[in-house]
């Protein structure tokens, strides 16, 4: 089993282009949800996919947009990027809405020059 | 939206000694998450509770659901048990909601 595999592992980017980061859930897993990390600072929800359909989301701007498959893998897209937007991507995967043990990647570094 | 709060921030402790961390939160919930994170970013789920008490090896999980306080346990702590702690709460408290976390505790321990 894979577990939840995030692509790709770093990536740098200028100021005002736009990243696309993927993730692919645990096998059986239907639920994605994103998180932003700061350096020294916990992880923050962006939102979450279910039925590919955002399904919550946090307070996050509308330059964060996302997209749910239906094998279930995930896309988060940020646009117009800001150098506060470098930070550590999590993707974590889970069965259904129900309170469920979250499976975490490794996430993707993103750098923004 | 649920806000958590963890302490300590940072704990340094001598390799054997008992590790206590805590978490409060300020809207009910239907199960906490601790979780663990290593340099590099990585993150481990280590127990999702609900009610009571949880175990596993060195690890005891314990959450009071009238008092909105979990704390995790460490005994005869390791210094491969450095890492920093998280806990997590649902977003708005219901099952169907991403998560909140902590700031976590950043803990080290000495050989």
């Known amino acids: 089993d894979a577990g939840v595999t995030q692509s790709p592992t770093h990536l740098i980017k200028t100021r005002g282009q736009q990243v696309t980061l993927r993730c692919s859930p645990k096998?059986?897993?239907?639920?994605v949800s994103w998180y932003q990390q700061a350096l020294g600072q916990g992880p923050q929800f962006i939102f979450q996919y279910y039925e590919e359909e955002e399904r919550q989301r946090g307070n996050f701007p509308d330059r964060f947009s996302g997209h749910q498959f239906p094998n279930y893998s995930s896309e988060l897209n940020v646009n117009a990027l800001l150098l506060g937007d470098s930070a550590l991507y999590l993707c974590?995967?889970?069965?259904?809405?129900?309170?469920?043990?979250?499976?975490f990647g490794q996430g993707t570094r993103l750098t923004v020059v | 939206k649920n806000e958590v709060e963890q302490s300590p921030q940072n704990l340094t402790a001598q390799e054997g000694e008992f590790i206590t961390i805590n978490c409060s939160y300020s809207v009910g919930i239907s199960a906490l998450h601790w979780l663990q994170q290593h340099p590099g970013g990585g993150i481990v789920s280590l127990f999702m509770l609900s009610s009571g008490k949880k175990k596993h090896g060195r690890l005891i999980a314990t959450i009071n659901i009238q008092e909105k306080h979990s704390s995790l346990h460490i005994t005869a702590s390791h210094p491969r048990d450095s890492a920093v702690y998280i806990c997590?709460?649902?977003?708005?408290?219901?099952?169907?909601?991403?998560?909140?976390f902590g700031k976590g505790t950043h803990l080290i321990i000495q050989p």
């Open positions: 096998s059986g897993h239907d639920t």
């Open positions: 974590a995967s889970s069965l259904g809405l129900g309170a469920t043990e979250a499976f």
């Open positions: 997590a709460v649902p977003y708005s408290g219901g099952g169907a909601d991403g998560l909140t």
